[in-house]
């Protein structure tokens, strides 16, 4: 069942386990360029005291202009949003059937997917930790549900390892855990630790690698009742004559380490990944409709912010309304401006050298997204994968089941590509077809059921959509350090707010906090005076 | 810069390229390319770069795109004529344009920005070499 792997030499072997890192690599670099942390949301901000009528301009009505216009509102300013999209949300956004959307270069795709089936192109996870935005999906009616991260029963997927067939989740983490124990409790033994590890600690780290690894009486991880009763048996156990269970056989230790399968499961112990994750019940965009409800009627869409100027009296900002052509002015005294970095670096602002230099700072990161719609879930039918995610090293990086309607017998859709880097490019550079067309090449590789059940997929690629020229902001220690201080502070009556405004590069979670730092501090600015 | 170039690596490690050809030898390649997509850029040729990686925003005709802000065509573009400014910003990025450069070998760099610079209906005079790349870092 597991093919030994040709020897080789150090260098292939690095090599190899680069190529492995694609999925879960992708993974940290899109989830946690910046150190995860808990976010500092404490509740709404409490911006008591005389706002002296002031009014504040927002520009973008994604959920960190919703999120400021709420709060805004509450305290008595007088808002107004402008919105580029003919739709309020940005990248909280919800593909389904009878969609339409155009990217640049003038690619028209209309989603076919049955009623029910969506995907997320942008944002799909809540961690439990996202206090700000699990506060305002509960205040605005917004359900949720969970997201089905981790699946023991998906794929891990290396196509130089285990002769390219994909292995089970469960049977990677069982064995990973399994051969370490094995081998640090014979460390134990042997006395290697013994510098570090007192005789009666030694007992102590025995036993919790007994417990941890499933080892056997004689801490070894072999085939039996303790390696079975995680990774699962060859014949499950079943009632009656039949009833007996045959254990399965556990991968060897040098066909595991080389196949490089554990870096996925790393992948999932990230702090972003952590059960509980939250989904909203139909997807991303009933988190735009929520606030939609609660501020809507403050956005005005279809305008296209062309020039923004500041003076001593206040701000104002010249819109192009994207379908009369018309161009316009709208006045406050100070201005919220949520734009992307790449859309504001060309938008005519008369701010500090300061400001102007964080904002041409931060790259956009590359991601693709693909969904795919297939006459049945073969994936449940068929391998009894029930949402989760399968990890692999072909370029679209993972497939992700659904986590709701388990069971369903009509179509489903499947994220069949999250992916950047360089493979995310040469999808984003290819016509929507021929996205379609590779993924499901790659993803027959491990789901052979692919080309006969695929019915239409839709695509997005971020540095494609109209709105923000790219995913998100890709900061590093080095552009922190010397601009992110500047891209945050007040200039003159201009502040900014979005997720490159945070320290949750790409999670809706940062859109919010910064909008409530920065309301936090106008606020604070208009009662003193 | 470097946490980001890492990160680039392992996003970069596998690629469209290699599932194509799985059995094509990882591409030998300077220290500074094989952090990034190696297997895919290593060999890649300036039209192929382009085609796989400029053309994401730029479009495959050069020409450039326009939504709430814009990708400027790269087509008949006057601030290619000196070809240092195009290598810089292959090497630099430029406003919301990633620092592309990073997952290329200087030759590389000299290679798209020419390429670029010759076709397209732009006959620009002068090529860039690798030693200007190299001084760009």
């Not at chain 1, 946690?32 to 901000?45: E, R, T, V």
């Not at chain 1, 005789?199 to 070894?220: P, Q, V, Y």
């Not at chain 1, 079975?228 to 009833?243: F, I, N, V």
């Not at chain 1, 005519?348 to 969904?371: C, F, H, Q, W």
Request: hydrophobic share 40%; charged share 20%; net charge positive.
């Amino acid at each position: 069942m597991n093919e030994p792997i040709m020897p080789m030499t150090k260098r292939d072997l690095l090599s190899m386990i680069g190529t492995a890192a694609g999925a879960s690599a992708m993974y940290m670099a899109m989830s946690s360029m910046d150190q995860a942390k808990a976010s500092d949301f404490k509740g709404p901000p409490k911006l008591e005291g005389d706002n002296k009528g002031a009014s504040v301009l927002i520009l973008g009505a994604g959920v960190a202009g919703m999120t400021a216009a709420l709060e805004l509102s509450r305290a008595g300013y007088k808002v107004q949003v402008l919105e580029y999209n003919d739709r309020v949300g940005g990248r909280s956004w919800t593909l389904q059937g009878g969609d339409t959307y155009t990217e640049l270069g003038g690619a028209t795709q209309t989603c076919q997917f049955a009623p029910g089936n969506y995907i997320n192109p942008g944002p799909w996870r809540i961690p439990w930790h996202h206090h700000g935005l699990i506060h305002y999906c509960h205040e605005l009616g917004v359900a949720l549900e969970p997201f089905m991260q981790v699946n023991y029963n998906a794929y891990v997927h290396n196509t130089k390892a285990f002769g390219g067939k994909p292995q089970r989740y469960r049977h990677i983490q069982a064995d990973f855990y399994g051969h370490v124990g094995e081998l640090l409790a014979k460390s134990v033994n042997a006395g290697a630790l013994a510098q570090t590890v007192s005789k009666e600690d030694g007992e102590i780290l025995l036993e919790a690698l007994r417990s941890w690894g499933a080892l056997d009486r004689n801490m070894r991880y072999v085939k039996g009742a303790a390696s079975s009763g995680r990774r699962g048996y060859d014949k499950e156990p079943g009632g009656g004559l039949s009833a007996v269970p045959e254990p399965s056989d556990p991968i060897d230790v040098q066909t595991l380490l080389r196949s490089g399968l554990w870096r996925s499961i790393g992948g999932n112990l990230q702090w972003d990944h952590l059960s509980t994750i939250f989904q909203p019940v139909g997807g991303m965009g009933q988190v735009a409709k929520g606030f939609e409800r609660a501020v809507g009627h403050m956005v005005r869409k279809n305008s296209k912010v062309t020039a923004i100027h500041q003076d001593e009296k206040g701000v104002i900002v010249t819109y192009k309304d994207t379908k009369s052509g018309a161009v316009m002015k709208a006045a406050a005294d100070y201005c919220l401006c949520t734009i992307p970095l790449p859309v504001l670096a060309q938008i005519e602002m008369n701010v500090s050298p300061e400001l102007d230099a964080a904002i041409r700072a931060v790259p956009y990161s590359t991601s693709v997204k693909v969904g795919l719609e297939f006459k049945r879930r073969f994936w449940e039918q068929d391998d009894q994968i029930y949402g989760g995610i399968t990890y692999t090293d072909l370029p679209m990086s993972q497939i992700s089941y659904p986590s709701t309607r388990y069971g369903d017998k009509g179509p489903g859709v499947l994220l069949g590509c999250y992916v950047g880097g360089a493979a995310g490019y040469e999808l984003t550079a290819s016509t929507p077809a021929q996205r379609v067309e590779k993924v499901l090449e790659w993803g027959s590789q491990i789901h052979p059921q692919y080309r006969g059940e695929f019915m239409n997929g839709v695509s997005v690629a971020w540095h494609r959509v109209p709105f923000t020229l790219g995913c998100f902001g890709s900061w590093t220690e080095q552009t922190r350090a010397e601009h992110y201080k500047n891209l945050c502070k007040f200039d003159g009556r201009i502040l900014l707010a979005g997720e490159h405004a945070s320290y949750y590069g790409g999670w809706q979670e940062g859109g919010i906090t910064s909008a409530i730092d920065a309301i936090t501090r106008l606020h604070q600015r208009v009662i003193a005076g | 810069m470097k946490k980001l170039i890492l990160s680039m690596a392992l996003i970069g490690a596998s690629s469209v390229a290699e599932a194509q050809a799985p059995a094509r030898p990882a591409a030998a390649a300077s220290a500074g390319d094989a952090a990034f997509g190696a297997r895919m850029l290593g060999e890649a040729s300036g039209e192929q770069i382009f085609t796989r990686v400029c053309a994401a925003c730029h479009m495959q005709d050069a020409k450039g795109a326009e939504g709430a802000g814009r990708y400027p065509p790269l087509a008949g573009n006057q601030k290619l004529a000196i070809g240092a400014y195009p290598a810089m910003v292959v090497v630099k990025g430029l406003n919301g344009m990633p620092p592309i450069g990073t997952m290329l070998t200087d030759q590389q760099v000299a290679d798209v920005v020419n390429y670029v610079r010759s076709h397209f209906g732009n006959k620009f005079k002068g090529a860039v070499k690798a030693e200007d790349v190299k001084a760009m870092r």
